[in-house]
């Protein structure tokens, strides 16, 4: 094994740390010291050249060194205690007072050598379960190498970047983003029969979307989740530890990239980014345009957001006749007269626009509410931006949107302390636990779930 630089060999903490300052200070050579300077050392030649098989096997070896320490820590600390009762029977038998005086010193004396002992015995088992992490450490690092001869080169170089400038000019979103893609708008990954063996989380993820594309299910609003769940897992592989997991995780996430940059929906995904930030919108969702269904599975990002199922209701022509009770409502604007425009994205337009998303807006309230009932609009309490869609069930307050609802159940399955939702992501959430897990409202600090403004039949605050 050559020289290898490791990553994340665990420092001393910080109270053996102090106390090896403060034994440098002093001056004193113990057992303790010499335990904590052979371990950091060890992660100076680290830093500096690397770990080589010398410093984990050879008579050089941390491991050596321990070995030899060991019988030194115990004999240290069996001789204390035999010294520290024979000081207590001279200080029991003393009755003099000159006597009774160099009894009390001895006493005194021993207690400090037996308080050594133990600091050197707790030394020594600090640095054995510090040496079976960096052991840990080595393992996963070599696994990491050997995986590495197995998988392509080009996909475990580096982590790859999910988003990238468009290379053709910017154009208007022909597709709204709920609309269905074409079948073959996403390119399959480039996997080899051996690298299907040991396919990863986000891989099944990707294919479920090109399966869902094929069978025009799939819509812009899903890749966008997609790409947002994918930079997630970026964030994670800068911070994993190597290991053969990491490393496969890796190449199955430049594997995704590259597939993802050259599927056919890149030009559209590009023309809705740069909608929304020309017209200060969420999301380019004309009149008329299609939806595809909702999606029910294992994984949450595909899902679309509690509303969206209502679209065709906000669009519904204007020939039909209303609804008992509506008779006296004003005769809505000619929604049909009111366009999008493919390049010219003036104030004007963009005010036109906004006149039609509130007739919209009306229309929902108008086909879902209740008899007699309309839907109160609220903007979420968290982002200040998108519109609250959620309502607390005890208190009635009308909080969230749908992503700061995920991020408030994320935070509160963390706090739970339960050890599978220390690392969970709000994208990772199933319907399940969205619907049963008890958030506080950030208003009152009731305790209860989050459930959708339309499944409440409650008295419903702003």
């Not at 030649?45 to 010398?54: A, Q």
């Not at 030394?123 to 197995?150: C, G, H, P, W």
């Not at 739970?416 to 939702?421: L, R």
């Amino acid at each position: 094994m050559p020289h290898v630089k490791i990553c994340g060999l665990p420092k001393l903490p910080k109270e053996a740390a102090k106390r090896l300052e403060l034994l440098r200070r002093s001056g004193r050579q113990t057992l303790e010291r010499e335990m904590y300077e052979v371990y950091t050392d060890m992660l100076k030649r680290n830093e500096d050249l690397g770990m080589s098989e010398m410093d984990l096997q050879g008579p050089t070896s941390f491991h050596t060194k321990m070995d030899a320490i060991r019988p030194q820590v115990e004999q240290q600390y069996h001789t204390a205690n035999k010294r520290l009762a024979i000081a207590k029977r001279i200080a029991g038998s003393s009755k003099q007072p000159d006597e009774l005086l160099k009894s009390k010193e001895l006493l005194k004396s021993e207690l400090e050598a037996v308080e050594e002992a133990q600091y050197a015995a707790r030394a020594y088992t600090l640095m054995v379960q510090l040496f079976a992490k960096v052991i840990d450490r080595v393992s996963n690092a070599v696994a990491e190498r050997e995986a590495q001869k197995s998988i392509r080169p080009e996909f475990v170089s580096s982590i790859g970047c999910q988003n990238e400038e468009a290379s053709t000019m910017p154009r208007p979103p022909k597709l709204g983003i709920y609309a269905p893609l074409d079948p073959d708008a996403v390119m399959p990954l480039d996997m080899t029969p051996e690298e299907m063996e040991n396919i990863q989380h986000t891989e099944l993820a990707y294919n479920v979307m090109r399966d869902l594309c094929q069978k025009s299910r799939l819509c812009i609003y899903q890749v966008l989740q997609f790409e947002d769940w994918m930079k997630e897992e970026k964030t994670s592989l800068q911070k994993c530890l190597p290991s053969r997991e990491r490393i496969l995780r890796m190449a199955a996430y430049n594997r995704i990239v590259r597939s993802f940059r050259s599927s056919h929906f890149n030009e559209e995904l590009q023309a809705h980014k740069i909608w929304r930030i020309t017209n200060f919108a969420e999301f380019y969702d004309p009149p008329g345009s299609g939806q595809v269904p909702d999606y029910e599975g294992e994984f949450s990002m595909f899902a679309l957001p509690v509303g969206a199922e209502s679209r065709e209701a906000q669009h519904m022509p204007e020939s039909l006749e209303p609804r008992q009770g509506d008779a006296g409502d004003a005769q809505k604007p000619d929604q049909q007269s009111v366009t999008i425009g493919s390049a010219n994205h003036s104030s004007s337009l963009h005010t036109e626009r906004a006149d039609v998303d509130l007739d919209q807006a009306a229309s929902v309230q108008d086909t879902e509410a209740p008899e007699g009932v309309a839907l109160l609009e609220g903007i979420c309490v968290v982002c200040i931006e998108k519109s609250a869609l959620f309502v607390m069930h005890e208190c009635g307050h009308l909080i969230f949107c749908p992503g700061c609802r995920r991020k408030a159940v994320a935070k509160a399955l963390k706090e739970s302390g339960k050890s599978q939702w220390k690392s969970v992501k709000p994208g990772q959430l199933s319907n399940k636990e969205l619907e049963r897990t008890k958030v506080r409202c950030p208003i009152c600090r009731e305790e209860s779930v989050a459930v959708a403004q339309k499944k409440f039949s409650g008295k419903v605050y702003t």
